[in-house]
């Protein structure tokens, strides 16, 4: 399931890894969760909101959302227990309400609420690069395999870049490392409604569960 959370934000700095801080923040919130090493079955997005660049961080502005995909409605549930608790999922960002995110059906495309890691080998893709809907085509399938989905559905879900007239990359940094990724809208066929929203959950590309690869409608996006 893919939730999407309003913020409530203080006026302070935040760091440019607060991606990863979230993704930490989840498995602390989580500790049943058996995935911390293998494929993310699991997305944690950025933050979305009006937001100042300055030497030592960011100043968000509200509104802001936040949004938190998982494949497994035992951790969800988890999580959202842990919430009601303790809102506050980092220093000074405070989870106030959520909303549901509706899956689209057949083709849909979907906004990029983070950079889009895809690895060949050692390689990091770009979207101009042609070996990329493969890549995310595969790993898209194997998150599903790893929910339990058969293949026989599986195999009809494929993930690519969409075209589109601002694409841009970014280098993030997760622990000790670089990772660059593709700020750049997906398009994902899926025969059901279902598929579309596990994939949306799971994300798409690598280090979903470290703040890459989060997706959302385009109509949550311009909302």
Known sequence: MKLQFDLDIEPQLH???YGEL?????YDRVPSYDHHDTLSIHSVGWIRGEADATRHG???SEPATWSLGVAQKDVLE???SSVEKNSEILDGIRIESVTTVKPPTGTATYFAESPILVRDDGDHLTYEDARTTERLTKIAR???DAAGIPEEATSQVEV???DYEDPRTKVVQVGDLEFRG?????EVTA???ELHGLIMSVGVGGLTGMGMGAIIPMSYARG
């Open 22 to 26: 979230l993704g930490r923040a989840f």
């Open 191 to 193: 025969p059901l409604p």
């Open 182 to 186: 593709s700020l750049c809208p997906v």
């Open 160 to 162: 690519g870049f969409a």
């Open 142 to 144: 194997d998150k599903l």
């Open 58 to 60: 960011l100043v968000f």
């Open 15 to 17: 760091p440019y890894n």
């Open 78 to 80: 988890e999580f959202l």
